[in-house]
Nanobody, 125 residues
Framework: QVQLVESGGGLVQAGESLTLSCVAS????????MAWYRQAPGKQRELVAA???????NYADSVRGRFTISRDNAKSTVALQMNNLKSEDSAVYYC???????????????????WGQGTQVTVSS
């Protein structure tokens, strides 16, 4: 089992930056893909950014060029640097992770095997 705990959410103004962090504990050696998803009120959960163990990344079109995902395998962490935030970025952001040997759904937006509790990001315009 893997436990994920997010931090770093908050209230910011449009154009500002925020960094989210996720710390994994437990059987981290099982983890292949790590990702950030988000869900706004009344909307479906969506992939924001994903990263593999070798550092390959995948971003939603809406955040590409503004957000950067990174991971530190030695520290079992994944971060999301969010720049030039917009009001439409407001959502609950979730950290998720997928085990090796799984179908890779995390990469394409279908979610991982483990989820954090979420952290709220609110961007005021």
């Amino acid at each position: 089992q893997v436990q994920l705990v997010e931090s770093g959410g908050g209230l910011v103004q449009a154009g500002e930056s925020l960094t989210l962090s996720c710390v994994a504990s437990g059987s981290f050696f099982r983890i292949n893909i790590m990702a950030w998803y988000r869900q706004a009120p009344g909307k479906q959960r969506e992939l924001v950014a994903a990263i593999g163990t070798s550092g390959n990344t995948n971003y939603a079109d809406s955040v590409r060029g503004r957000f950067t995902i990174s991971r530190d395998n030695a520290k079992s962490t994944v971060a999301l640097q969010m720049n030039n935030l917009k009001s439409e970025d407001s959502a609950v952001y979730y950290c998720t992770a997928e085990n090796y040997g799984r179908p890779g759904w995390t990469w394409t937006g279908r979610g991982g095997d483990y989820w954090g509790q979420g952290t709220q990001v609110t961007v005021s315009s």
